[in-house]
């Protein structure tokens, strides 16, 4: 079956530090993977998506992530982190065709100190 | 122009009342997803609609569960006898179509208390 693996639960980053998100997935397939972002009172919102060819993607607001099929990871980063960018992040995964449900990971809550 | 909409935001009842959760998809969009997310988890799918039909229910926990789409727009989740677990945040997507190519754009949820 598929499934999500993040497995920081809460990350702490200094303003202007890097920041690396951890994603790993199991699935038999070639997977599509989705990074998603929930702010505080707001819907989950789609940084970016991998679905084939370069295994570098980028995203909205400065997020890239790479696809790594050797260890079944998809890794969420950004050079600088600003103080908007704390909330929660969720690592998904898609069965892929014509049935387009997700599978998420249990996320991980980014606080961002000044 | 207008996003997904949840309605209502709260939900407080009792147990072993029914309850119904309202999602208005954006214009348009032929796919729509119900996902329920508990505390400290990340959403859980529950079901999907292509239109009208139900395209995949498999996430339904039991038979309590039940949703309804009738002209391809509006989806009413609908939940019988509820119980303390069904507590949770419930959360309504829509799609372009149901492609896994395609994004999924979610709407606020509707946060489902159960005294």
């Known amino acids: 079956a598929q499934s999500v693996t993040q497995p920081d639960i809460h990350i702490t980053v200094s303003e202007g530090a890097s920041l690396e998100l951890r994603c790993n997935y199991s699935?038999?397939?070639?997977?599509?993977l989705f990074w998603y972002v929930q702010s505080p009172g707001q819907g989950l919102q789609l940084l970016l998506k991998?679905?084939?060819?370069?295994?570098l993607v980028q995203g909205i607001k400065g997020f890239e992530a790479e696809f790594k099929r050797s260890q079944s990871s998809f890794n969420l980063r950004k050079p600088s982190v600003h103080w908007s960018d704390a909330a929660e992040y969720f690592c998904?995964?898609?069965?892929?065709?014509?049935?387009?449900?997700?599978?998420f990971g249990k996320g991980t809550k980014l606080s961002v100190k000044p | 122009g207008a996003g997904v909409s949840q309605t209502p935001s709260n939900k407080v009842t009792e147990k072993g009342k029914y309850v119904e959760l309202r999602c208005d998809p954006i214009?348009?969009?032929?796919?729509l997803y119900w996902y329920r997310q508990s505390l400290g988890q990340g959403p859980e799918f529950l079901i999907y609609?292509?239109?009208?039909?139900?395209?995949?229910d498999s996430g339904l926990p039991n038979d309590r569960f039940f949703a309804v789409r009738p002209e391809g727009s509006v989806s009413t989740l609908k939940i019988q006898r509820t119980e303390r677990g069904d507590s949770a945040v419930y959360l309504c997507?829509?799609?372009?179509?149901?492609?896994?190519?395609?994004?999924?754009?979610f709407g606020p949820g509707t946060r489902l208390t159960v005294l």
């Open positions: 991998y679905f084939s060819g370069d295994t």
């Open positions: 699935y038999g397939a070639t997977p599509y």
């Open positions: 997507a829509s799609s372009p179509d149901s492609n896994s190519l395609n994004e999924q754009f």
């Open positions: 609609f292509q239109g009208t039909g139900a395209a995949d």
């Open positions: 998904a995964v898609g069965t892929g065709g014509s049935q387009g449900n997700l599978i």
């Open positions: 214009s348009g969009h032929t796919a």
